[in-house]
């Protein structure tokens, strides 16, 4: 017979196949380590021979082969980011041009050769050794670092668990430059390590507006047939969650008026917000989720059935409450800033998440329960491989598979932390709505956005200097109609989109 600990043990493994689940709970009492998962600085190592390959900076001279090799990049980048984070991933198919190693060709076909990339993996080692043996470039790093053991890794967004800031910290190492290559000053265009924002920004602003002029009847289209939406079928809103191109926005909106000119007798979205994003169905906020890979026919089935695919929906207030019963009157809310999650997953992981607490009770019914003050701290009920953590605007994200004696025990003792991290997101949101929307009015700008591994924080910080710079008259670029987008590199996107790291360089 095994002991309670290790039945504890084996019951945590079984349910819960990411590591990070364990980074905030004691195991004082458990004689348990847990292996070590590769952190963001290994995987930018263990991929640096593929960047080196494949981006888009060094295709200059060939738009089309970097234009398929920078949206592939950015579907990269949030399959990566999902692994990191334990979130669920879909199967995805990526192509990448690669240049060839005969360097005497003059034309695309001769020069380059087309991989793809078919990535179904679950963790991350997984998908770097299916990336790197794809492309037929060496195991050794990512192999060695498979068996270190070691504390396992943060998985908070922020500046040291940013991919791609990690990827320009590795490749800016002089110990990885070859034949007078610097992957960094790739990454961060024709910028020299002495430049700074304004000095970068001198150099590629007219690149910018040029590329931003060729994709502005992209945009045009975009807001035109949104309008034809909100008026002809009284959508609300039409949103674009996707890394992929504005041209993939179009040729999606393009499909969905098409079908619903052709089926406006079967279709009705009166009143609803529809999402492009990584599934279809209806999610747990009541908006039409679309998949935008997928052809417009298959959003069929999801906008002629909105009635039924709402039933759960309406099942999801009544079972919330009994949770928040269960575990002490606690205020059950979704996340805020991630991708959608369909109201049919959301009811499964709440009745699994119920049914464990239920079970737990019923076994042991001197087991203590919530103790503690809950008022101002919420809770988020997530997919079964998630972390147990408490999230950047302070709610504590449970995953449905977690035991119950955990979930309980950690809701005691952190309430405390969660509730003083909500007050501080609270106040920082107001500030950063403030600050954004100065910023958009003082530099005349079109869009200011922020890549989903930037924090609040770090974006107020990051407009507070622009603003300093604008003030102090130094910041002598003609922004005017540009689309900012802050990251952690520096880059101009092919249509036209400036970003610039939230940290950047400048003598203030």
Known sequence: MMSRNAQAVMSIVHC???????????????????????????????????????????FGKFPKEQAQNEQSLKLLNEYIEKLHSQQEVRPVSLIFYMRKNAET????FEMFRS???????????????????ACSLPLDYVNSVKSQPGKSQNTTSGDESSLWHAVANVMSDRRYRQKGFDFFSEF?????????LVDWLRKNVIKAHKRNLVALPVRQDIRRMKDVLQEWMGVVDVRWESNWAQASFRTALRGLVRICETHSDKIDLKGRTVIFG??????????VVLRYDSV????????????????????????????????????IVSRLHLPVVSSKDYLSQLLKLTESIQNHRHKDAAAPGIHVNLDGVGLVVE??????????????VVPSSCPAFLVIDYINSNAHKARDICTEFKRCETEHRDIVSRCLTTLGLESLTSDSNITRQQMVACCRRLLQLNDRRLLDVDLTSCHLRVTHFYSVMSEGDICIPWNFDENL
């Open 188 to 196: 961060q265009p024709r910028r020299s390590p002495n430049d700074t």
């Open 115 to 133: 991989v793809q990339l078919l990535l179904a993996e679950k963790t991350l080692p997984a998908a770097v050794r299916s990336i790197l043996g």
């Open 278 to 287: 990584n599934d279809s169905g209806v999610c747990i906020r009541g908006n």
């Open 105 to 108: 060709n003059q034309n695309a």
């Open 383 to 396: 997919c079964a491989t998630g972390p147990l953590m408490i999230s950047q605007s302070g709610q504590i």
């Open 296 to 331: 417009p026919e298959s959003w069929m089935p999801v906008l002629t059935s909105l009635h039924k695919l709402g039933a759960a929906l309406n099942r999801i207030p009544s079972m919330e409450k009994y949770l928040s019963t269960l575990l002490g009157d606690i205020h």
């Open 16 to 58: 819960l196949h990411h590591q990070s689940l364990f980074q905030n709970v004691s195991w004082k009492h458990m004689n348990f380590t847990p292996m070590r998962c590769l952190s963001v600085n290994e995987t930018a190592v263990a991929l640096r021979p593929f960047f080196f390959m494949v981006h888009p900076d060094l």
